[in-house]
């Protein structure tokens, strides 16, 4: 599986949610000028985000986007399930069933085995880490606040 935009850029989006809407939802259009992605292209992501219920949504001049939940409730493997079309490094690495009916080995596969494992390895990395611990390892870097994401 390779991490698209939508994983890559919806990460950078929740974080930085997870700084600056701590005490008040943040436009995305401010997310847009910090993270140097298209208002366009977030409103993609924050929609599935929203519909997963990591975010929350407030309308009005002093409206934007928040975490729903605890950054420390929120893993990276919970964000690319969500925004990713498909969470396996490959095609028949999809299900745990024994035949997956991908390929034309189905059923007498040797090697669907080590997708599935790595598969399962990729997840458990990255159900691993979540937002706050990523903000937690970057507020020991140089990097200024408002390109701390």
């Known amino acids: 599986m390779r991490l698209t935009t939508k994983s890559r850029y919806g990460t ?7 700084i600056y809407a701590r005490e008040r939802p943040v436009p995305l259009s401010d997310i847009s000028r910090r993270q140097n992605i298209s208002v366009k292209y977030l409103e993609k992501l ?11 949504s407030h309308r009005g001049p002093f409206g934007g986007h928040m975490l729903a939940m605890s950054p420390e ?7 690319v399930r969500v925004l990713e079309d498909t969470t396996a490094i490959a095609d028949c690495a999809e ?21 599935v494992a790595a598969s399962r390895a990729m997840f458990e990395t990255l159900d691993s880490i ?9 507020e020991g870097s140089a990097l200024p606040s408002e390109g701390r994401t």
Do not use: Y
């Open 95 to 115: 299900s745990d069933d024994a035949v997956c009916g991908i390929c034309n080995r189905a059923g007498d596969c040797l090697s669907r085995w080590v997708w």
């Open 46 to 56: 924050i929609r599935k985000l929203k519909m997963a219920g990591f975010v929350s």
């Open 73 to 79: 409730d929120i893993t990276v493997g919970n964000l």
């Open 12 to 18: 950078r989006m929740m974080l930085d949610l997870a």
């Open 130 to 138: 979540s937002l706050s611990s990523l903000i937690n390892q970057s």
